[in-house]
């Protein structure tokens, strides 16, 4: 597992010598601008969800609003059935993303300590279900869980986002449950604890940080979902984000300024909680996918 | 006989811990993708209780009488080609970039990773607008630099929509590769680089021969979801052309979703997905062996 730390990239920096290094400069002015750029469509959006449609059309693009039209936001939240929307996004991502990882903590945690028969095929075959698209199957998807009479609620939506989810955090917690050392389970054993008890009382604890990370990328990939929502959540009382500013866009796209505003309504939580938890988001990307 | 006894009750353990996950993991993941193979045969609307096997019949006609499929077959390629290339490339740059002792690299990686994290229908809804040709950036852009002439309606154009949708989706994915590459930059032995430079080596043959071969494995894993990633490009496509103009971005996954889901065509659009299911298993399966070799090779 490697993460990038602080610690780690100053040991990696090249030593700095005392004449000014011309192509570092030219590096530094190629990145900045670069990274100017891959800004310059937020700032776009931020200014344009503050305007009204009259400053849209007259002022140019990255001139700041003149007057904070605030009303943008407060209109795009009734039309967009924000209400309903953020609602349903929060039940399903608050009862999906702790569910997930605990399931898969509990799988990854017998396939990675205890020997039993099948135990490698099976890691095998959760190890395959981790590169296959569920894009590919929207339409079966729909038929079983309309057959199972699911669609339009939230265990119908919540089940295939835990089953697509499973394979990726089995992964990358089996990699990290197998690095423990043997004895701790196995004193534990000798004193009589099962597994269960093992893995609540020693695996949990310990594995903390890859949790928090698995937990941050979830929260993420879950709240972003589209595709799956659009064919199983069909009613708009049971639209998630993503789906109402889908709905948003093909209804009100010339009210440009609330248009925007439904962007960074729709996209602020995500971002919010990028900011706060970096590092872990980053431990978690490149763990087990990029060995050091 | 006590030895066989702490096994079964190992085994027992061991299976209250994995049914729940591996349960709905068969149910909701397995199941869908061994049906969608047996709908690929059928002829039903999705809605009737009975559905009719037609053999091949729904190969034959998508391969020979869907001219949309093909389309969708070529787009797809070109879409693959394309963020197989771009994305990972321009990743690479930055990474090798901000490897670098820079002022305020942290918060230009930041503002490179800040796309993925969105959600690909706003980035979607986001590009669209700035795509505007009436009060878009660009068009604004352009008309402040007294270049109103290049104004068109990139998304509404043929030849520039795939286009002007993969700019949208280098936008959103270069981050993903970056941070990739920054930690398998992670793992280029700095005594290498050290003795290359006493050696005399200058910065582009240390790239070729030190840093480079490390990051071969990196460089795999990148590549390969990157093709995965792409092979699935749904969102980002619905969101901002919806596979139109005239089906000119027009991708394997929409058209499965279209065919079953607003056609009412399941053996079609299974059939679609079939064909999508199989070259994706072509590009993982080799990668799982070989990711599974490097695996043991290592311990």
């Not at chain 1, 009204?52 to 039209?69: E, I, K, R």
Request: proline share 5%; aromatic share 14%; glycine share 6%.
């Amino acid at each position: 597992m490697t993460s990038v730390s602080e610690n780690q990239m100053h040991a990696d920096d090249i030593v700095i010598k005392p004449q000014r290094d011309w192509v570092l400069v030219g590096l530094w002015i190629a990145l900045f601008v670069t990274a100017a750029i891959w800004l310059a469509p937020f700032v776009f959006i931020v200014f344009t969800s503050f305007k009204s449609n009259g400053d849209v059309m007259t002022t140019s693009a990255f001139a700041p609003p003149l007057h904070l039209q605030t009303s943008n936001y407060t209109a795009a939240w009734d039309k967009g059935r924000f209400g309903t929307t953020l609602f349903n996004s929060i039940i399903i991502t608050v009862i999906k993303v702790p569910l997930g990882i605990f399931l898969s903590a509990m799988c990854a945690y017998a396939l990675a300590r205890i020997r039993f028969p099948g135990g490698n095929i099976l890691f095998q075959a959760i190890l395959f279900g981790t590169m296959i698209p569920f894009q590919v199957m929207l339409a079966p998807l729909f038929t079983l869980v309309n057959s199972l009479k699911l669609i339009d609620t939230y265990p119908g939506i919540i089940l295939p986002y835990l089953a697509f989810g499973i394979p990726y955090q089995v992964f990358i917690l089996h990699a990290f449950f197998r690095a423990v050392p043997r004895e701790l389970t196995e004193a534990a054993r000798i004193d009589g604890a099962s597994h269960f008890t093992i893995f609540r009382r020693i695996f949990l604890p310990i594995s903390l940080p890859v949790l928090a990370a698995l937990f941050i990328l979830d929260f993420v990939a879950t709240w972003n979902e589209f595709a799956m929502a659009l064919v199983l959540l069909q009613d708009r009382e049971m639209w998630t984000l993503p789906l109402g500013l889908s709905a948003f866009q093909g209804q009100f796209s010339r009210d440009y300024g609330q248009l925007n505003a439904a962007i960074i309504m729709t996209v602020l939580p995500a971002t919010l909680v990028y900011l706060l938890f970096q590092r872990y988001f980053v431990a978690g990307l490149t763990s087990g996918s990029v060995k050091g | 006989m006590k030895a066989k006894n702490s096994n079964s009750r190992e085994t027992n353990e061991a299976l209250f811990l994995i049914v729940p996950a591996i349960a709905i993991y068969v149910v909701f993941a397995v199941f869908p993708m061994v049906d969608v193979v047996w709908l690929s045969f059928q002829k039903w609307n999705g809605l009737d209780a009975s559905k009719q096997f037609v053999g091949i019949a729904n190969y034959v006609d998508i391969f020979t009488k869907d001219p949309v499929f093909w389309q969708a077959f070529r787009n797809s390629v070109i879409w693959t080609v394309l963020s197989t290339i771009f994305p990972p490339m321009i990743g690479l740059i930055l990474a090798l970039g901000l490897n670098q002792p820079l002022f305020g690299r942290n918060a230009m990686r930041a503002i490179y990773y800040l796309p993925v994290i969105i959600a690909p229908i706003a980035v979607a809804t986001m590009w669209r607008w700035m795509y505007d040709p009436f009060f878009g950036l660009f068009a604004q852009l352009l008309t402040s630099w007294g270049l109103q002439s290049w104004i068109k309606d990139w998304l509404g154009t043929r030849e520039t929509a795939l286009y002007a949708a993969f700019i949208a989706l280098i936008w959103q994915s270069v981050g993903a590769s970056m941070v990739l590459f920054l930690a398998g930059l992670q793992s280029v032995d700095r005594s290498l680089v050290e003795a290359a430079r006493i050696d005399g080596a200058n910065r582009r043959q240390i790239f070729r021969f030190v840093t480079l071969p490390a990051l071969r494995p990196t460089i795999t894993i990148v590549l390969v979801l990157s093709v995965i990633g792409s092979l699935k490009a749904f969102d980002i496509i619905y969101g901002l052309t919806g596979g139109g103009p005239a089906q000119s971005t027009q991708m394997l996954a929409l058209w499965a979703f279209t065919q079953s889901m607003q056609i009412f065509d399941f053996g079609h659009g299974s059939a679609i997905s079939v064909v999508l299911l199989i070259i994706t298993l072509l590009i993982v399966v080799p990668y799982m062996r070989w990711a599974k070799k490097r695996e043991g090779g290592e311990e």
